[in-house]
């Protein structure tokens, strides 16, 4: 099913670089947009969290979303050694009570060398 | 911070085999969530449960698995008859309300031999 594709990477970076992370989409229904982290052996966590299209800034962190592209992407500024993580994109429709049906993309290995 | 807590971490069982994997969402949300991860493959989706019963699953979610919440705080994924195909990383996901993002624990992992 490709209904949503990420680079699975690996992304090496060194430390204090700008990271770019990027999905692309083609269900035009979804509506909300997220990206977890996942640490090895351990659950995604949320890390930010969009409705429709615009940026969102948390910190180092900026999450941009363009419908009209079916793009979404996850910067992070000032990338430090605990960056390193996989990075999943998500996404869902607006369909009521069943917005927790999400939509991942494979992931993207980032290392965040010192 | 309250977090969604998943036992056992690892399971291993033989293939016929009967599994219950167990979940305590986040005390105060009222939606929940199995989804599931292959060794190398996309998080996937099995079934939304919310007002006591299933609201949405996919077409991975068959016959062999159920769900349920026994009392006011567990929320467990049963496969009766488990397959090798079955192995992977099972995650339970809660969230508030309707609109608010899914809080997922860290993980049953399932090794059917």
């Known amino acids: 099913q490709k209904e949503v594709e990420q680079d699975p990477g690996p992304l090496s970076v060194p430390e204090g670089a700008i990271v770019s992370l990027n999905c692309t989409y083609s269900?035009?229904?979804?509506?909300?947009f997220m990206w977890y982290r996942q640490y090895s052996r351990k659950g995604p966590e949320l890390l930010m969290y969009?409705?429709?299209?615009g940026n969102k800034e948390d910190g180092r962190f900026t999450a941009q979303v363009d419908k009209s592209s079916k793009y979404i992407s996850l910067f992070i500024r000032d990338s430090q050694p605990s960056d390193s993580a996989t990075y999943l994109c998500?996404?869902?429709?607006?369909?009521?009570?069943?917005?927790?049906?999400?939509?991942f993309g494979r992931g993207t290995q980032l290392t965040v060398w010192p | 911070e309250p977090e969604v807590t998943q036992t056992p971490s690892h399971q291993v069982t033989q293939m016929g085999q009967e599994v219950i994997l167990r979940c305590v969402p986040i005390?105060?949300?009222?939606?929940f969530y199995w989804y599931r991860q292959i060794l190398g493959q996309k998080v996937e989706f099995l079934v939304s449960?919310?007002?006591?019963?299933?609201?949405?699953k996919s077409e991975i979610f068959d016959d062999q698995f159920s769900v349920e919440r026994p009392d006011g705080s567990n929320f467990t994924l049963k496969i009766r008859s488990t397959k090798l195909e079955d192995s992977a990383m099972y995650f339970c996901?809660?969230?508030?309300?309707?609109?608010?993002?899914?809080?997922f624990g860290n993980g049953t992992r399932l090794t059917v031999t």
């Open positions: 005390s105060n949300h009222l939606y």
């Open positions: 998500a996404m869902s429709a607006d369909r009521g009570s069943t917005l927790g049906r999400l939509y």
């Open positions: 449960f919310y007002n006591n019963e299933i609201s949405e």
């Open positions: 269900n035009s229904a979804f509506q909300y």
């Open positions: 996901a809660s969230r508030a309300t309707a609109n608010s993002p899914l809080h």
């Open positions: 969009t409705y429709s299209s």
